[in-house]
């Protein structure tokens, strides 16, 4: 029995954490142990334990403190791989699992910030180097990932796609009619969606802004998700008087809540890649998006716009586009299960990488 250690600072319901908690659930579990370490606690935790996943907990107070105490744990607990995700810590959790003699060391790149400056991209070769240096297997989930984060060593990575049940998203008219008229949305009534935490990257401000420039009576805006601007998107909707968008904050059903819409809007400043494009895309919805997500999000079934976020008109010409009707999307989804985005297909791909080292 391989014993693989997911590390990340915390288990909140972000894509990240969706990322593994997939990998873990659909991978091999009759040969591989799959436990995580966390810095804190989060919301998200149940989830993972419902797996009977065991979590392990150290917290961050120093680098040096932290790094000892990570030492000696590693040392003690004797893991086979340890799959490290987060951003900040990752060097210094990888330089620990080298010293503490794991053989697979793997550095997960879900990101990809193109919101900074081009000059100060050079930067990231003294910054990221430890990166490289320590880790056995570079992973990202786009090419764009790998060169953020691995800068001199991207070429020699693999790009992971964020893998999903598809089965879950599949397009069900069932449940489309069922959540429309249990929320008194008519027939006639386009439903535009976005599900991301609410936060300056995934930037929903930009979905309000939509909103109030058409007014249209017949248009809804439906943004899913919690996050530290949520208050701030509540205000902000209020003294628009935008009665047209509803903040539902968390939720479970997001599967059926694509179902009922229309359009999926994916305004994000920058992405690694976008888990929930391609939970939409499966769902056999549009998907207008900022030209800076990565190409991998696009799943080339002819249902993915990439618009400039300062194009307004476009992205009120593509929004005034009539939705892709119900057959069109059950023939989307029944596409999307042959994808690579397959969770079943990704999570083989990464136990074989681990072996080989």
């Known amino acids: 029995m391989k014993r693989i250690l997911h590390v990340y600072p915390?288990?909140?319901?972000?894509?990240?954490?969706?990322?593994?908690?997939?990998?873990?659930?659909?991978?091999?579990?009759?040969?591989?142990?799959y436990e995580i370490l966390i810095q804190r606690h989060g919301e998200n935790e149940y989830a993972f334990t419902?797996?009977?996943?065991?979590?392990?907990?150290i917290p961050f107070d120093s680098a040096d403190n932290y790094y000892h105490t990570l030492v000696d744990f590693l040392k003690k607990e004797?893991?086979?791989?340890?799959?490290?995700h987060m951003d900040t810590e990752l060097p210094l959790v990888l330089?620990?699992?080298k010293e503490a003699g794991i053989k697979c060391r793997v550095a997960h790149s879900h990101n990809a910030r193109i919101d900074i400056p081009r000059i100060l991209w050079p930067l990231r070769h003294f910054r990221h180097h430890p990166y490289e240096k320590y880790s056995t297997h570079?992973?990202?989930?786009?090419r764009l990932a790998l060169k953020w984060l691995f800068p001199t060593q991207w070429r020699n990575g693999h790009v992971i796609n964020n893998g999903i049940d598809l089965d879950t998203f599949r397009f069900d008219p069932v449940a489309r009619r069922k959540y429309r008229t249990g929320n008194g949305i008519s027939d006639t009534t386009k439903v535009l969606i976005n599900v991301g935490r609410c936060t300056s990257q995934k930037n929903q401000k930009f979905i309000l802004d939509i909103?109030?420039?058409?007014?249209?009576e017949d248009e809804l805006y439906i943004i899913i998700g919690a996050g530290p601007l949520f208050e701030t998107l509540r205000k902000d909707k209020e003294s628009r008087n935008l009665k047209n968008v509803l903040l539902l904050g968390k939720r479970d059903d997001v599967a059926q809540w694509?179902?009922?819409?229309?359009?999926?809007?994916?305004?994000?400043?920058?992405?690694?890649l976008g888990i929930v494009a391609i939970e939409a895309e499966a769902s056999g919805l549009r998907v207008l998006a900022t030209d800076t997500i990565p190409e991998e999000a696009d799943m080339h079934m002819g249902n993915f716009c990439r618009i400039a976020l300062n194009d307004k008109t476009k992205w009120h010409e593509t929004i005034s586009l009539p939705a892709n009707g119900e057959d069109l999307r059950m023939k989307l989804s029944d596409t999307a299960l042959s994808s690579d985005y397959n969770?079943?297909?990704v999570a083989r791909k990464v136990e074989s990488l681990y072996k080989a080292h």
Not at 50 to 57: D, K, T
Not at 211 to 216: H, S, T, V
Request: glycine fraction near 8%; proline fraction near 3%.
């Open 10 to 33: 915390q288990l909140n319901c972000g894509g990240t954490e969706m990322v593994f908690y997939n990998l873990i659930k659909f991978g091999d579990r009759q040969n591989h142990s």
């Open 50 to 57: 419902e797996l009977n996943v065991p979590i392990h907990l």
């Open 78 to 84: 004797r893991f086979d791989v340890i799959h490290a």
């Open 95 to 97: 330089k620990a699992a």
């Open 138 to 142: 570079l992973f990202g989930c786009s």
């Open 211 to 216: 909103a109030e420039e058409r007014r249209i």
């Open 258 to 272: 694509l179902c009922a819409a229309d359009v999926f809007l994916f305004p994000s400043v920058y992405e690694g």
């Open 343 to 345: 969770i079943h297909n």
